[in-house]
Nanobody, 123 residues
């Protein structure tokens, strides 16, 4: 079992910043890829950013490129998403995900998911 717990969500004004964290525990030795997804009410789940935790290779969606940064602290087994220049359209529930197969923004590559943390950006 792999357990993922997100934190750091909240409400912020447009242009502000938030830093999300995802603590991983359990049987994580086969986890090589982690990612952030988001989903707003009535909309499809969207991949935001992903990282190879061993080689520090990242990929970020065009919609957040230049504003969001994904990183992983191997010593603490914690994933982060630094979100700057936030826009109202970034308002979503943000989910942490983990897997072993690919550096991917497709949800089916990730068998493990956190419970989500809400991010609300007001104008």
């Amino acid at each position: 079992q792999v357990h993922l717990v997100e934190s750091g969500g909240g409400s912020v004004q447009a242009g502000g910043s938030l830093r999300l964290s995802c603590a991983a525990s359990g049987s994580t030795h086969n986890i090589y890829f982690m990612a952030w997804f988001r989903q707003a009410p009535g909309k499809e789940r969207e991949g935001v950013a992903t990282i190879n935790t061993d080689r520090d290779v990242t990929y970020v969606a065009d919609s957040v490129k230049g504003r969001f940064t994904i990183s992983h602290d191997n010593a603490k087994n914690t994933l982060h998403l630094q979100m700057d220049s936030l826009k109202p359209e970034d308002t979503s529930m943000y989910y942490c995900a983990a897997g072993s197969t690919a550096l991917s923004l497709r949800h089916y590559n990730y068998p493990y998911w956190g419970q989500g943390t809400q991010v609300t950006v007001s104008s």
